[in-house]
């Protein structure tokens, strides 16, 4: 989309009236305790003077608790500590994280005039047997409820789900993805479920009632996911969580990778260039788009040793700035004139 980065802060656990499954915002958060509207306001303060006009394509986002349900007083104290930042010269707008089941249609009001303009839903799935057993304390009709208020109030919606959830299976997460599709969100977050200390998921692992997706199997299915969210122009803002040293201490087990997203794009882009040399026989150039070298070579080249091992021919990839994100060409010899992997 080619937006700034947005300046984020966790509020890990405020608000939060459930114990969730996988749930362990201090080790995702990488912080046990919440802001102070001070330090949001010092922070945005350094952001600003470091992005410069960049500012204007950013938002201030607050993650990781369920936001629209923390006290009142404390919610509009982070808001008010924000709204010096906002206007013409300062960020975008506010995102905020929150439940399904917390986004009455008078916070919407509020939240509306304290210069929020993106929520984002934790549905995590469209399955209420999976939702129940995980101790969601929330239904897939109040996701479908609460996504058409918001989108009816004007904020742009972002949803977010998970894979390999205890009682869920790899046909459950695309019919996730399909009702998620069908609410028309601007935007979707993926997270393969980890195991946490201190979770009931980790109960469950350590007494082998739930076994984790493996890392291969995690990434071709959130790959699936990323590849039909995005033709349905749906932009997938990020697949996996972000890498934490407390996240990397607390993690007992499930698909982790530092750069889970990228292997899941870099699977994409190994089976079109597949497709794309069967089309063209003899073809040992491979055109990609522009910064997308990277991720068709694969991480270490894996990518493109596995094309050539499969086909049996010396393999170049060069940039095309011309090609769509997520397209790859096949073209019937190197062009000599450009540097190319390989």
Not at 49 to 78: C, K, N, W, Y
Request: aromatic share 6%; net charge positive; proline share 6%.
């Amino acid at each position: 989309m080619g937006k700034t980065a947005n300046v984020a802060f966790f509020v890990p656990h405020l608000g939060c009236t459930h114990a969730c499954s996988f749930c362990d915002q201090r080790s995702i958060a990488g912080q046990a305790a919440p802001p102070s509207p001070a330090d949001v306001a010092d922070t945005l303060a350094r952001a600003r003077g470091r992005m410069g006009a960049r500012v204007r394509d950013a938002e201030v986002a607050f993650f990781g608790g369920s936001f629209t349900a923390i006290p009142r007083t404390q919610m509009l104290e982070l808001l008010e500590a924000v709204a010096p930042f906002l206007g013409a010269d300062g960020f975008s707008g506010i995102r905020v994280s929150t439940r399904p089941d917390a986004v009455e249609d008078e916070m919407l009001t509020l939240l509306r005039a304290h210069g929020v303009t993106s929520i984002e839903l934790g549905a995590q799935s469209m399955d209420d047997a999976v939702l129940r057993r995980n101790g969601r304390g929330h239904t897939a009709a109040q996701v479908r409820d609460a996504a058409r208020r918001i989108r009816q109030a004007g904020f742009s919606l972002g949803l977010q789900m998970m894979t390999g959830l205890p009682g869920d299976t790899p046909a459950g997460a695309r019919r996730t993805a399909r009702e998620l599709a069908a609410l028309c969100p601007a935007a979707v977050r993926i997270y393969p479920a980890l195991v946490l200390k201190g979770t009931r998921m980790a109960d469950w692992w350590a007494d082998g009632t739930y076994t984790p997706q493996p890392l291969d199997e995690a990434v071709l299915l959130c790959a699936a996911l990323f590849a039909y969210f995005t033709r349905k122009g749906i932009h997938v803002l990020r697949m996996g969580l972000h890498a934490e040293p407390s996240l990397e201490r607390n993690r007992l087990a499930g698909p982790w990778h530092p750069a889970f997203g990228e292997l899941c794009e870099s699977r994409i882009y190994y089976a079109k260039a597949h497709r794309a040399l069967a089309k063209v026989p003899g073809a040992d150039c491979l055109l990609a788009p522009r910064g997308e070298v990277g991720k068709l070579a694969g991480q270490r080249r894996q990518g493109l040793l596995a094309l050539e091992a499969r086909t049996g021919r010396r393999l170049h990839i060069r940039e095309d700035p011309g090609l769509p994100r997520l397209t790859v060409r096949a073209a019937a010899r190197p062009i000599r004139d450009e540097r190319g992997v390989g």
